[in-house]
């Protein structure tokens, strides 16, 4: 069987790669025989990284040659179809889609957050061709709302989870190595926290920055950056420890996703821009608080029943640190594990749709 994988890959985002390793990883278990490309910003990078064949994200005719030879087209996991933080690349995706549309192959997205898509134009077209392909599932019920308000309703359309949940917790031991490589004793409470740079920037970071401080002299614990886009957060995290009257660590390399997960399972508590280091959290049953900047992150908070601490340009320092006090105040491990278990197997059920419309006659 043969995969083509589009999607924001190869930009060294632990977010989008740990999507494309959960998506991988599942679609294994289910075929002995799976071949897949992926479409990738930085092909030898991915071909590394996830042991696939990869084809350059600007070349369409290696793109079209792979399309043409495939029995599927995978669009997703991520955002991809939404013109906020990029209108281009919406266009982008949406060509892929129209040219395995073009050749007769099967189209599926997989796990999307779908919009917000703005713009008469980008309405229409995202409805003349979305209509068009085989089977949609998204991953929150918000944009199960955007395909409605788009009206895209004549594929099968299912609302699953993010390819990230079905990812199995992975042991401690790999996180604390790299704790101690970097002399961070594993005593106290470790608070981790996981930015990125956005509008609103300068507010936020000097409230984090306030709230941060607080929470070292109250509780002495270790500040942990954790940086899910290399290099680009390691850079947002090091402004805003410049801010802190205390000390904070941040980790200046690039992780793999196993790497991420099991440093995500050694913090206490997890302060979130990051959607994937929040769902990191989630896997590792890590108390959570989520700082919005995008749709997708209140969209993943209320599946799990949580609410952002506000958006970037609203938080509080005093909200960060009253909120994080709460988390840490609370057993750890005390959660409705069934939840969980639900969304993992609604994420693996994404895996099983593909297969099974590969598989139709």
């Given at each position: 069987?043969?995969?083509?994988?589009?999607?924001?890959?190869?930009?060294?985002?632990?977010?989008?790669?740990?999507?494309?390793?959960?998506?991988?990883?599942?679609?294994?278990?289910?075929?002995?025989?799976?071949?897949?490309?992926?479409?990738?910003?930085?092909p030898?990078?991915?071909?590394?990284?996830?042991?696939?064949?990869?084809?350059p994200?600007?070349?369409?005719?290696?793109?079209?040659?792979?399309?043409?030879?495939?029995?599927?087209?995978?669009?997703?996991?991520?955002?991809?179809?939404?013109?906020?933080t990029?209108?281009?690349?919406?266009?982008?995706?949406?060509?892929?889609?129209?040219?395995?549309?073009?050749?007769?192959?099967?189209?599926?997205?997989?796990?999307?957050?779908?919009?917000?898509?703005?713009?008469m134009?980008?309405?229409?077209?995202?409805?003349?061709?979305?209509?068009?392909?085989?089977?949609?599932?998204?991953?929150?019920?918000?944009?199960?709302e955007e395909?409605?308000?788009?009206e895209?309703?004549?594929p099968?359309?299912?609302?699953?989870?993010?390819?990230?949940?079905?990812?199995?917790?992975?042991?401690?031991?790999?996180?604390?190595k790299?704790?101690?490589?970097?002399?961070?004793?594993?005593?106290?409470?470790?608070?981790?926290?996981?930015?990125?740079?956005?509008?609103?920037?300068?507010?936020?970071?000097?409230?984090?920055?306030?709230?941060?401080?607080?929470?070292?002299?109250?509780?002495?614990?270790?500040?942990?950056?954790?940086?899910?886009?290399?290099?680009?957060?390691?850079?947002?995290?090091?402004?805003?420890?410049?801010?802190?009257?205390?000390?904070?660590?941040?980790?200046?390399?690039?992780?793999n996703?196993?790497?991420?997960?099991?440093?995500?399972?050694?913090?206490?508590?997890?302060?979130?821009?990051?959607?994937?280091?929040?769902?990191?959290?989630?896997?590792?049953?890590?108390?959570?608080?989520?700082?919005?900047?995008?749709?997708k992150?209140?969209?993943?908070?209320?599946?799990?029943?949580e609410?952002?601490?506000?958006?970037?340009?609203?938080?509080?320092?005093?909200?960060?640190?009253?909120?994080?006090?709460?988390?840490?105040?609370?057993?750890?491990?005390?959660?409705?594990?069934?939840?969980?278990?639900?969304?993992?197997?609604?994420?693996?059920?994404?895996?099983?749709?593909?297969?099974?419309?590969?598989?139709?006659k």
């Amino acid at each position: 069987m043969k995969i083509v994988i589009s999607g924001y890959y190869g930009s060294k985002n632990g977010g989008d790669e740990a999507m494309l390793a959960a998506m991988l990883e599942v679609l294994r278990e289910e075929v002995e025989d799976l071949s897949v490309t992926v479409i990738s910003i930085d092909p030898e990078y991915t071909k590394r990284r996830h042991n696939v064949d990869a084809v350059p994200k600007p070349d369409i005719r290696k793109i079209i040659q792979a399309i043409r030879s495939a029995d599927l087209l995978i669009s997703g996991g991520g955002s991809l179809l939404q013109n906020v933080t990029s209108g281009r690349s919406l266009y982008y995706y949406l060509a892929i889609i129209f040219f395995a549309l073009i050749f007769g192959r099967k189209v599926m997205l997989y796990a999307q957050g779908i919009g917000p898509i703005r713009g008469m134009f980008a309405h229409k077209l995202m409805n003349l061709i979305v209509n068009r392909v085989d089977l949609i599932t998204v991953r929150d019920r918000g944009s199960l709302e955007e395909l409605a308000r788009l009206e895209i309703t004549k594929p099968k359309i299912y609302c699953t989870a993010d390819p990230v949940l079905a990812i199995k917790p992975v042991p401690l031991d790999i996180g604390e190595k790299i704790l101690a490589r970097c002399s961070i004793k594993r005593e106290g409470k470790f608070i981790g926290v996981a930015i990125r740079h956005w509008m609103h920037w300068d507010y936020f970071r000097k409230e984090l920055a306030t709230a941060l401080d607080l929470l070292v002299e109250k509780t002495s614990a270790k500040i942990i950056f954790l940086p899910m886009k290399f290099p680009e957060d390691i850079r947002a995290a090091q402004s805003t420890a410049k801010l802190m009257k205390t000390s904070a660590h941040v980790l200046d390399e690039e992780f793999n996703t196993k790497e991420f997960l099991s440093l995500v399972g050694c913090m206490d508590v997890l302060i979130g821009v990051r959607l994937h280091a929040l769902i990191f959290a989630g896997v590792m049953n890590i108390p959570m608080l989520g700082i919005s900047y995008d749709p997708k992150i209140e969209r993943f908070l209320d599946s799990v029943g949580e609410k952002p601490l506000g958006d970037l340009n609203s938080v509080t320092a005093d909200k960060i640190f009253d909120e994080t006090m709460k988390k840490l105040s609370e057993p750890k491990h005390l959660r409705d594990d069934s939840l969980w278990r639900k969304l993992s197997d609604l994420a693996g059920m994404n895996a099983k749709l593909a297969i099974s419309l590969v598989n139709e006659k």
